[in-house]
């Protein structure tokens, strides 16, 4: 059920990743202050954007699980929140590379864009041990969904304080009083940013389909390893 | 004008291509080594489904060799569907 488009949404990925990275490096021009090194800009920003909206679709569906109780919606919240993190980590990580370049530190305490992201990160790093300490799978799930809730209402607050603070060396994407990004730029990095959220929804479903086959299995290994009753060894269809 | 443009990536403070670039090579690598590794996590998982539905299909042909199965069914399902 989860695998079906899945195959057209990995091609569909690969060629927008492709023309995006073909658009950065070939087409987009050298950034006039930062030159070269502002090539990561295209990867960073674009994995913090999804990442941040990853985070917030998880709390939709967790919204979706708590009005429903179908166990569905806690798949999704759950994966989504999982893929955010592992873009999280890529996040941070490309953040730190291009700090090292651009201001000769990995990382600087005191700019609220890189401390508030981090404090996401590690609000959502609680979340897997938050929900494996609970044993009972209703209440798991029930737990995680108002965890994924509230973290989720927590990111665009996050957001809009940091946007709000007096930023010293965090550069803002769509620059207002500067001016904003040239014309190639810009289009290298939406379609660099189509090519991300692609690349999320795609590993999204792949999760979902990896977990749901693995569930199929599980249930079809109870179904025949339950004792036989009245001669007949016919498995119960998926209710779903 | 178009001589100017060249020129000012130059004038401007940024790191010369040759350093710059193991700084943006890296960033891109990270990404990449994130995404296969990611990729060969999924893929082990995919091997271990697999290798849990052989056994479960070896569990129904067991209970179906007791009279219900067909003669030469087994053969035809443990072949693998290309």
């Known amino acids: 059920m989860y695998g079906k488009g899945l195959k057209p949404l990995s091609i569909a990925t690969v060629a927008m990743l492709a023309l995006s990275l073909s658009l950065v490096f070939f087409y987009a021009p050298l950034d006039a202050d930062q030159g070269f090194i502002q090539k990561i800009f295209y990867v960073h920003v674009p994995l913090a954007i999804v990442a941040l909206i990853g985070f917030i679709v998880g709390g939709v569906f967790a919204i979706a699980h708590l009005r429903t109780d179908n166990r569905k919606w806690d798949a999704y919240s759950y994966v989504s929140i999982h893929i955010s993190v592992i873009f999280g980590v890529a996040v941070l990580i490309t953040g730190a590379i291009w700090a090292k370049a651009s201001w000769g530190h990995w990382w600087v305490w005191d700019e609220p864009t890189l401390v508030s992201f981090l404090i996401v990160f590690l609000l959502y790093a609680t979340y897997y041990p938050f929900r494996y300490a609970i044993e009972d799978r209703d209440r798991q799930a029930r737990y995680a969904s108002v965890f994924a809730v509230t973290a989720g209402a927590f990111v665009p607050l996050n957001f809009m304080a940091v946007r709000m603070a007096q930023s010293l060396v965090h550069p803002r994407t769509f620059a207002t009083a500067e001016g904003g990004m040239p014309g190639e730029m810009m289009l290298a990095f939406l379609c660099m940013l189509v090519a991300i959220g692609l690349l999320w929804t795609t590993l999204v479903k792949f999760e979902l389909t990896a977990k749901s086959a693995s569930g199929q299995v599980k249930r079809l290994r109870r179904a025949l390893d339950a004792p036989v009753a009245g001669g007949s060894s016919r498995i119960a269809p998926e209710v779903s | ?82």
């Open chain 2, 1 to 82: 004008m178009l001589e100017l443009a060249t020129l000012l990536p130059l004038a401007a403070p940024a790191l010369p291509l040759d350093e710059a670039g193991k700084y943006v090579a890296g960033a891109y690598v990270v990404f990449m080594v994130l995404l296969v590794v990611y990729v060969g996590i999924m893929a082990a998982k995919l091997g271990r489904i697999e290798k849990e539905l052989r056994e479960v299909a070896a569990i129904a042909e067991q209970r179906n060799k007791g009279g219900q199965a067909a003669p030469g069914r087994e053969a035809e399902e443990a072949a693998p569907r290309v």
